[in-house]
């Protein structure tokens, strides 16, 4: 079971791997969750509207509205040029002034993590900076903001999966997706971030994934890029299912080799 389609699971089943069921509604109570593909330059703009939103939120002494904040490292790399938990965390204490601002990471003892949770489910914490920790397994109805970082480093299906960490109540939610600033215009993470910001259907999104990036090999290694078909396409996905309930039928009818051949081709 997935709550999220990704590339290889759609290509199990074009190949006939996997039988699926698909439910495509939302429970009725939830609202659709507004997305939004903020360029760097708007990074700090986006935290004020965020800070701005959760003092607005608040009722007898409570904020009502949370944030979550994504980053890809736990702390600053050499090797990489991306942004880290530990470092940022200083940057948002800052800039979220007044409100409670605190951290999560995988690196933390079991007891630490489920001690901050259920914090930041009493509200006692406004705004939780996290690693993709919290990607599964989190449901807490009261936080409706998530912001993620550098998100041209995290794959569709992931930023999927992050974005469902809020929205799981009946308040209006939002998502910020916010690439670094060497992300390029026009440059094919900057349009993978727009596509998800547009689209809100898993199916939508990890069907996109399969076109822009391939499934890789079903036997063999790769994890991305497109197989060599001699006939027909990876992207045509109509025709895949097609092909794929018609050697079913046939399958069905007569496994004969030659029989299917000729049914095939006649």
């Known amino acids: 079971m997935t709550a999220t389609p990704i590339p290889r699971s759609l290509t199990e089943i074009f190949f006939g791997g996997l039988d699926v069921s698909e439910i495509r509604q939302k429970p009725k109570y939830q609202k659709e969750i507004k997305t939004y593909f903020t360029p760097y330059r708007k990074r700090e703009d986006c935290f004020l509207w965020i800070k701005n939103k959760i003092q607005k939120s608040k009722k007898n ?18 090797k990489l040029s991306a942004k880290a938990v530990l470092v940022e965390v200083e940057y948002l204490k800052k800039l979220f002034k007044g409100l ?22 009493k509200k006692e914490i406004q705004v939780l900076v996290s690693t993709t920790v919290i990607e599964v397994g989190i449901d807490i109805p009261d936080a409706t903001i998530m912001v993620i970082e550098d998100a041209e ?42 596509y998800f910001a547009e689209h809100s259907s898993g199916f939508e999104v990890a069907e996109y994934d399969l076109e822009s990036r391939g499934p890789g090999e079903v036997y063999g290694l790769r994890q991305s890029g497109v197989p060599n078909f001699k006939v027909a396409s990876i992207h045509d996905i109509k025709l895949l299912n097609k092909a794929r309930k018609l050697a079913k039928k046939y399958l069905k009818e007569d496994n004969n080799p030659e029989k299917i051949l000729e049914n095939i081709f006649r």
């Open 61 to 78: 002494g409570v904020y009502e509205d949370q944030a979550f904040v994504i980053y890809p490292l736990i702390e600053e790399s050499e």
């Open 153 to 194: 480093r995290f794959g569709l299906a992931q930023l999927h999966q992050l974005r469902g960490r809020v929205g799981r109540g009946e308040k209006e939610s939002y998502c910020f997706v916010i690439p670094n600033s060497n992300v390029e215009k026009d440059s094919p993470a900057q349009k993978r971030l727009i």
């Open 100 to 121: 409670n601002v605190d951290f999560l990471h995988g690196r933390l003892k079991e007891k630490e993590k489920e001690k901050l949770l259920k914090n930041f489910r």
